[in-house]
C-alpha cells in the first residue's frame, strides 16, 4: 500500500493561489502516473489531475483547466498542483494519488489513494 502525504492546504480567498504538495513514501514513484483528486461534503469524489511518470503528459478536470497546474519531482518523490483564482466551489479535501489500473484518468477506480488529504477553503 503506497504511503501518500499531502500538505498546502489553507483557507484563502477566491482569486488567491496555492501550492499543493504530495510526498510518496516508495521508491518506485517514478514508475507510476499520479493523480490529484478533491471532495467536496456530500460530494463524490471528482478528478482534477493527472500526470505521467515522466512528466510530459497531463490531463486535467474541465473545471480547473487553464487555472490549475500539476508538475512532477521525481527525485524528491514529491507531485505538485499549483493553482490559480481560486473560486469558491474549488473548495474541498485534495487527495492524490497513484495510477494503478488502465481504466481511464478520471476515473476514482484507478488509483490507489494512500493519505489523509489536505484541506483547501476558499471564502468568497
Known amino acids: 500500500q503506497v504511503q501518500l502525504v499531502e500538505s498546502g492546504g489553507d483557507l484563502v480567498e477566491a482569486g488567491g493561489s496555492l501550492r499543493l504538495s504530495c510526498v510518496a513514501s516508495?521508491?518506485?514513484?517514478?514508475?507510476?502516473?499520479m493523480g490529484w483528486f478533491r471532495q467536496a461534503p456530500g460530494k463524490d469524489r471528482e478528478f482534477v489531475a493527472n500526470i505521467h511518470w515522466n512528466g510530459r503528459t497531463t490531463y486535467y478536470g474541465d473545471s480547473v483547466k487553464g487555472r490549475f497546474t500539476i508538475s512532477r519531482d521525481n527525485g524528491m518523490n514529491t507531485v505538485y498542483l499549483q493553482m490559480n483564482n481560486l473560486k469558491p466551489e474549488d473548495t474541498g479535501v485534495y487527495y492524490c494519488?497513484?495510477?494503478?489500473?488502465?481504466?481511464?484518468?478520471?476515473?476514482?477506480?484507478?488509483?490507489?489513494?494512500g493519505g489523509q488529504g489536505t484541506q483547501v477553503s476558499v471564502s468568497s
Open positions: 494519488a497513484r495510477e494503478t489500473r488502465p481504466i481511464g484518468v478520471r476515473a476514482v477506480a484507478a488509483y490507489d489513494f
Open positions: 516508495e521508491d518506485t514513484f517514478t514508475k507510476w502516473a
